[in-house]
């Protein structure tokens, strides 16, 4: 499968972003998907993700569960992630990835994702 992230960009503290992660070759639907991201100089980390199986289970870190929102579009093979009241710590670049297993659920871990987008930029300004 191939995933294409986008959606990144600048904003201000306390702005909005929508990233878009667009899928070819599987249906997205029936896997788990996740959103990551990768600072400068620091690790990638888990940040959203929702189960497989139109089951809706969401799962987030516990620095965005309350600011960020990932939902599905099937009709566009798709999976959003919608982040509202933006913060200068989240900057960094935000990678898609689909689990491997149809069976796999929201999981932070990234070695259950078998495919990843290429990323996108987000900056976050004071």
């Known amino acids: 499968v191939q995933l294409q992230a986008s959606g990144g960009g600048s904003v201000q503290a306390g702005g909005s972003l929508r990233l878009s992660c667009a899928a070819s070759?599987?249906?997205?639907?029936?896997?788990?998907m996740g959103w990551f991201r990768q600072a400068p100089g620091k690790e990638r980390e888990f940040v959203a993700a929702?189960?497989?199986?139109?089951?809706?289970?969401?799962n987030y870190a516990h620095s965005v569960e309350d600011r960020f929102t990932i939902s599905r579009d099937n009709a566009k093979n798709t999976v959003i992630l919608q982040m509202n009241s933006l913060k200068p710590e989240d900057t960094a670049v935000y990678y898609c990835a689909a689990a491997e297993s149809v069976w796999s659920g929201p999981s932070a871990v990234s070695g259950e994702y078998s495919d990843w987008g290429q990323g996108t930029l987000v900056t976050v300004s004071n």
């Open positions: 929702i189960a497989g199986r139109n089951t809706g289970t969401t």
């Open positions: 070759g599987r249906t997205l639907s029936n896997y788990a």
